[in-house]
């Protein structure tokens, strides 16, 4: 295998100047007077006749090291090198601010004429304006042309670019797809004699047993069960409730709310919702949830060794410094474990997994540089070009144990400078990619402090295990656009409520949330799925 080495001097400063001016009211109003012209060169071989600039979207994060910019460091200088000066290619970065990417990028689409070649978002509400609009470059025909791209991606991970089956995105890749899983203090149970609990009921009895006896001596501060309203602490036990469906029932009862599937109509909501408000009444679950939004407080309770239960993005908890990290500073005893718990009717852990992609990278529909763009992405995918772009240089950034790169102890500051930005640069994946996905995870686990690697690897089985894949129509639900922010507070709100509600009120307060919620859009999102849905059957 032939990796980059040490890199010596510097290719020369690549300055990217963003002029961002008032948006014009119509956003492509500067494209629609576009046409497409020839690309120089084409997507798999052969360089430019003359030399053209590409211009690439960066975020910006405002963190880039002393000695480097978001336009010139490392990672730039090695794509210029290796990708650019090979092609006849000028690579141009062009920051965007992260947070105020997509308010950003609607101005440079717009203007049509300052607009980078290629850009992205994670958003796919906004992917599916900007096709609808006629904003965007069909890209079909020069994937084509590129074999690595297209082996790499696959058809599953290129239909999230589709819309109405033409390629007006390239989807980066996830290398996982695991979210969730839930974590339990191992010390208690040994000393309630408990054992793990395996399914929901046998986790409300040690809750109970949790509250009772105070394993943890916090003075009757113990909280059972650490609750936000954070999609990582509801979601696990929220689909754990949802019942068998039929292919009509997944489809049309779904709301899609952003980028994430939602079972507010979905069978078993509703006895999830109940089991919580059970929980809430008898003083099993964090007594303010609702106003955890950011999860301080879930963190503040686990570091100090108040709660005994919660579920988290997988391996969150085991980051350095981490709540983990304090926890063990606070209580050296403690034992935080990752355990599959919630079970459905089935006997199945069911959650959610994420979508197989990430980005969507998108070419303008007035750019000129289509067939660069593709070629830039299909150079990424090639050879050794992706390995090296996410892991560096050999012996200073990383050694080779069992054909998985394992980030060295103590790296210099010149190595940790190299990859300050790997994530921003490498756009065609989200997650370090080796080839498979028991590799991509042993990678992820390695990173992880040693002492926490065990249960990092636990959490991230547990996070792929029995999951629920998103539901992808044929086309998009311009409902789930329109209303998808407001719904997804009507979501959040009727959680609360009904969790917070007296006994005897749950009912009541429930019919009053879902009513509001269908009026404020649920009910237009479900009419419009149920039309696509036979749409699909009828093809």
Known sequence: ??????????????????????????????????????????????????????????????????????????????????????????????????SEEVEKLNVLMASGSNVPDIVFTYDPNTFNRYAKQGGLTDLGPLLNEAPNLKAFLGDEVLSYGQFEGTQFAIPAKRSNVGKYASFIRQDWLEKLNMPVPQTTEELYETLKAFKEKDPGETGGQVIPLGMTIASAQYEPLLWSFIKPMTEEQKYTLT????????????????????????????????????????????GEGVSTGKIGFFSEDDINPFYEK???????????????????????????????????????????????????????????????????????????????????????????????????????MVIISNGKQLGSMEKNLKARALQMPKKFQEQV????????????????????????????????????????????????????????MLKDYMASGGQAILDERTAVYKEMQAK
């Not at 063990?328 to 979508?355: C, F, R, W």
Request: some cysteine; proline content about 5%; charged content about 25%.
């Open 1 to 98: 295998m032939i990796r980059c080495n040490k890199r010596k001097g510097t290719l020369g400063t690549k300055k990217a100047v963003l002029t961002v001016g008032l948006a014009c009211s119509l956003l492509f109003t500067a494209c629609s007077a576009n046409t497409k012209e020839e690309a120089s060169g084409d997507a798999n071989g052969g360089a430019s006749k003359e030399k053209v600039t590409l211009k690439v979207e960066v975020f910006d994060r405002g963190n880039s090291p002393v000695g480097s910019t978001i336009t010139d460091n490392y990672m730039t200088d090695f794509i210029q090198k290796n990708f650019g000066d090979p092609n006849n290619i000028n690579v141009e970065f062009v920051p965007v601010p992260r």
């Open 255 to 298: 709301q899609q709310l952003g980028s994430n599937d939602y079972p507010t109509l979905l069978p078993g909501f509703k006895d999830a919702l109940q089991f919580m408000n059970k929980l809430y009444n008898e003083g099993l679950m964090s007594k303010d949830f609702g106003l955890d939004k950011d999860k301080k407080k879930l």
């Open 322 to 424: 981490g709540s983990n990290d304090t926890l063990l500073s606070n209580v050296p005893d403690a034992k935080l474990v990752s355990v599959d718990v919630y079970t459905n009717e089935e006997g199945k852990h069911a959650k959610p997994m994420y979508a197989p992609n990430g980005l969507y990278i998108m070419v303008p529909k007035s750019s000129e540089r289509a067939a660069e763009a593709i070629k830039y992405l299909e150079w990424m995918t090639s050879g050794d070009n992706l390995f090296n772009l996410q892991n560096g240089v050999e012996g200073e950034n990383y050694t080779m144990v069992d054909e998985i790169p394992v980030v060295k102890e103590n790296p210099t500051e010149e190595a940790v400078n190299r990859l300050y930005n790997v994530g921003d």
């Open 457 to 512: 690897e636990l959490a991230q089985k547990i996070a792929n295990t029995d999951v629920i894949p998103p539901v992808l129509m044929d086309r998009p639900i311009e409902a789930q656009t329109k209303y998808g922010t407001t719904l997804l507070d009507k979501f959040n709100e009727m959680i609360v409520k009904t969790t917070m509600a007296k006994t005897e009120q749950f009912e009541s307060v429930y019919e009053t």
